[in-house]
Every structure is written in C-alpha cells, then in structure tokens.
C-alpha cells in the first residue's frame, strides 16, 4: 500500500511548531526543541513538562482548556524561537545598548531577559489582536448609522478572515519564512507517518501529505469563523464598548474553535471533511514542501516526545 493513502491509525495530541531552521515538539510529558545550527549539526533542547491541567484542574474543562492551551502554545513558541535565535545570530555580538546595560545594572541579565521575553510576547500578541481583532472592527464603524448588526458583523467577519489570508501571503512571500513554513510541512508529515504507525525514517515521512487537519493555521481560521457568530451575539451603539465586548468575548471564542476543532478532529465523515476544507486550501500557504535535512530535524524532536504508552497520546 501506498504509505502516503495508508489510513491514520492512531491519533496523536502531539504537536508541534515550526520556527527559525528548527522545529518545537511537544507531547503528554516532554517538549523537544531542534535546531539546525549553521555548521549543520543540530542543537537539542529536550524538557519533562507537566500538564497544567494536573496543576489547575480548571485547565481541562471543556472551552477552557482551549484558551489555556492557546495561552501554552504562545508561551511555548516564542520561547522555542528565543532558543532557535542564539544559534542563527551572527557571529559577532552585538554590544548592548546603553538601556540593556543599565536595566543589567540594576536588575541583573537573567531578570532583563525574561523583562525582554515577556515584552515581545505582549507585543506579537498585541500585534495579533490589533490585526485581526480590532482593525476590522474599527473598519465597519465608517459604515453609516443604522446599518444592520448582523450584516455589519457579517462584514467585519468576512474583512477579519481577508487581513488574516492576506498576512499569511506576504508572509509566505519572505524567503526565511519560506524555509520556516517548509519546516511546518516537514513537522506535518513527520506527524502523519507516527500515527499511520510508520518507521520515522526521511523515505516514509516524504512520501506523507503536507496539510494535517489538525494544524494550528487551520485552528486559526476556525477561530475566524466562530468569531462571526460569537460576535453577533452581542451588540452596542457604542463602538468603544463594542471592542471592548471584542477582547472579552476573544476567550470565549478561542475556547469554542478549540473544542470544534477537537471534535471535528476525531471523525473522518463527508461532513468533517468539509467543514475542514477551508483550513486545509489555507495550508497552501503556510505549509510548504520540506528537504530531508528539515525531514531529520521534525523526526528527531517528534522521538524525543513519544510516551512509552501510546495512549497517553491519544487523540
């Protein structure tokens, strides 16, 4: 049998990130972060983690839990690019400015870099919400008084869901974030080939499809959709407090896509299918054809986060 046509046997919550000439795995009780150094070997960052739901029960309840993993996710992610960044920083440092060296003198460098961490990670989910949140809606206020509320949020859906399609294009158009997105096909595959049961070796993962139905761009355009109905709910004659009911009701939403997107995730009917088709056509864009050396580098971080017992991982 074709090993790209041979069916899913075993459903993972194993996940993972592409970044910067690496890939970030993360599974029940380990998370992996692999590199390509420019020398060509390969720098391993290997962590036991615990899941927070373990921690704080309330982070495993239904709709919750979405917005917590998203949360995780983020923290996750701009932590593996940090890592990912020491490596591919030129050879010459460069000097701190006049600020990093006085915030070090007063504070300490381990204290000025997790200030850094937290800043940048204020600043791309600001960034994100700005974006895809609050421009469309200030958008639609330049419509004229009276318009109806469901075919003004309609609009601003539709505005939400363009911004989004069309940052993803330009995106794809940088050449380093090409190779970042052909790492994302690289994790995808790697992905496929452990859970039709397949030896993870470069000749089984390259032969598997890009587009994996649960991936995270596909999870960010169902987060689009729910908005639109979620959004519709609620109404004010005041476009301030309109925002504002925008960013309250952003959990609510990210919990919903979260818990569709699990369900949606599980079964293979036409009607599946099709609700996941929009978000497979959007991984055209950011899922992108890999090279065996990102092949290497996706099969390494995935070994690393495989439990013992399968069924920890399981779907």
Same mark, same amino acid.
């Given at each position: 049998?074709?090993?790209?046509? %041979?069916?899913?046997?075993?459903? @993972?919550?194993?996940?993972?990130? *592409?970044?910067?000439?690496?890939?970030?795995?993360?599974? =029940?009780?380990?998370?992996?972060?692999?590199?390509?150094? =420019?020398?060509?070997?390969?720098?391993?960052?290997?962590? %036991? &983690? &615990?899941?927070? +739901?373990?921690? #704080?029960?309330?982070?495993?309840? =239904?709709?919750?839990?979405?917005?917590? @993993?998203?949360?995780? *996710?983020? /923290?996750?992610?701009?932590?593996?690019?940090?890592?990912?960044?020491?490596? $591919?920083?030129?050879?010459?440092?460069?000097?701190?400015?006049?600020?990093?060296?006085? $915030?070090?003198?007063?504070?300490? /460098?381990?204290?000025?870099?997790?200030?850094?961490?937290?800043? *940048?990670?204020?600043?791309?989910?600001?960034? /994100?919400?700005?974006?895809?949140? !609050?421009? =469309?809606?200030?958008? &639609?206020g330049f419509l004229p008084d009276g318009a109806p509320h469901l075919a003004v949020n309609l609009l601003e859906g539709v505005l939400r869901i363009a911004i989004f399609i069309g940052y993803m294009w330009l995106m794809s158009r940088l050449p380093d974030m090409r190779r970042t997105?052909?790492?994302?096909?690289?994790?995808?595959?790697?992905?496929?080939?452990?859970?039709?049961?397949?030896?993870?070796?470069?000749?089984?993962?390259?032969?598997?499809?890009?587009?994996?139905? +649960?991936?995270? &761009?596909?999870?960010?355009?169902?987060?689009?959709?729910?908005?639109?109905?979620?959004?519709? !709910?609620?109404?004010?004659?005041?476009?301030?407090?309109?925002?504002?009911? +925008?960013?309250?009701?952003?959990?609510?939403?990210?919990? $919903? *896509?979260?818990?569709?997107?699990? #369900?949606?995730?599980?079964?293979?009917?036409?009607?599946? +299918? /099709?609700?996941?088709?929009?978000?497979?056509? $959007?991984?055209?864009? @950011?899922?992108?054809?890999?090279?065996?050396?990102?092949?290497?580098?996706?099969?390494?971080? !995935?070994?690393?986060?495989?439990?013992?017992?399968?069924?920890?991982?399981?779907?």
């Amino acid at each position: 049998m074709n090993n790209k046509n %041979q069916q899913i046997v075993h459903r @993972t919550t194993i996940g993972g990130q *592409s970044i910067p000439e690496g890939i970030m795995m993360k599974g =029940p009780r380990r998370s992996c972060t692999v590199v390509r150094k =420019p020398d060509g070997t390969l720098a391993i960052r290997d962590e %036991q &983690t &615990t899941p927070l +739901r373990e921690r #704080f029960a309330p982070a495993g309840w =239904p709709v919750i839990r979405g917005f917590v @993993t998203m949360v995780q *996710s983020l /923290a996750d992610g701009f932590r593996a690019i940090e890592y990912a960044a020491r490596f $591919l920083e030129d050879e010459e440092e460069e000097q701190p400015s006049a600020l990093e060296t006085w $915030l070090i003198g007063k504070i300490g /460098a381990g204290a000025v870099e997790r200030l850094l961490y937290g800043l *940048s990670m204020a600043l791309g989910i600001g960034l /994100a919400v700005g974006l895809f949140i !609050l421009l =469309p809606a200030l958008l &639609t206020g330049f419509l004229p008084d009276g318009a109806p509320h469901l075919a003004v949020n309609l609009l601003e859906g539709v505005l939400r869901i363009a911004i989004f399609i069309g940052y993803m294009w330009l995106m794809s158009r940088l050449p380093d974030m090409r190779r970042t997105f052909r790492y994302h096909g690289a994790e995808h595959k790697t992905i496929y080939c452990y859970e039709k049961n397949l030896p993870l070796t470069a000749e089984h993962v390259r032969v598997q499809p890009c587009a994996h139905p +649960r991936c995270g &761009t596909s999870f960010l355009f169902v987060v689009m959709i729910i908005s639109i109905l979620v959004f519709s !709910l609620v109404t004010s004659d005041s476009r301030a407090v309109q925002l504002v009911l +925008r960013l309250v009701l952003l959990p609510v939403v990210i919990g $919903l *896509s979260y818990e569709l997107n699990r #369900f949606a995730g599980r079964h293979d009917g036409a009607l599946f +299918r /099709a609700l996941r088709w929009p978000g497979m056509m $959007l991984q055209r864009i @950011t899922v992108l054809e890999p090279d065996d050396s990102m092949i290497e580098v996706a099969i390494v971080a !995935l070994e690393h986060v495989i439990p013992a017992d399968k069924r920890e991982d399981a779907w």
